[in-house]
């Protein structure tokens, strides 16, 4: 079963594929690898820390940077045969951690 710790390890490993993804197996053409690798990772690096301590805050924030590497990864599986294998790793991490974090219960107020 997931659970919300396996948020951590997802958006780690979506740290670790995007350097190999652009920067191993396919890269750009047209940018400069430290400016696409700037724009893939400085945003998930961003709630890193929080994430690992599995703040709700930056779980969530890390959650909406990850929705534009999912619709990346999704356009560049059904687009780009030649990259579809390792996008559809990045969805399945992604949807790891979506999983996990709608395993995330609210407290209830106490009442005082």
Same mark, same amino acid.
């Given at each position: 079963?997931?659970?919300?710790?396996?948020?951590?390890?997802?958006?780690?490993?979506?740290?670790?594929?995007?350097?190999?993804?652009? $920067? @191993?197996?396919?890269?750009?053409?047209?940018?400069?690898?430290?400016?696409? @690798?700037?724009?893939?990772?400085?945003?998930?690096?961003?709630?890193?820390?929080?994430?690992?301590?599995? $703040?709700?805050?930056?779980?969530?924030?890390?959650?909406?940077?990850?929705?534009?590497?999912?619709?990346?990864?999704?356009?560049?599986?059904?687009?780009?045969? @030649?990259?579809?294998?390792?996008?559809?790793?990045?969805?399945?991490?992604?949807?790891?951690?979506?999983? $996990?974090?709608?395993?995330?219960?609210?407290?209830?107020?106490?009442?005082?």
């Amino acid at each position: 079963m997931i659970r919300v710790s396996w948020c951590r390890w997802s958006l780690l490993a979506v740290l670790i594929l995007q350097p190999i993804w652009f $920067g @191993l197996m396919h890269p750009s053409a047209h940018f400069p690898l430290p400016l696409v @690798l700037g724009v893939t990772m400085l945003p998930l690096l961003a709630p890193l820390y929080g994430v690992w301590r599995l $703040g709700a805050r930056a779980l969530v924030i890390a959650g909406i940077v990850l929705m534009f590497h999912f619709s990346y990864a999704v356009m560049e599986a059904y687009a780009n045969p @030649l990259v579809r294998p390792i996008a559809l790793i990045q969805i399945a991490l992604v949807i790891i951690y979506f999983t $996990g974090l709608a395993m995330i219960r609210r407290k209830p107020k106490s009442a005082d």
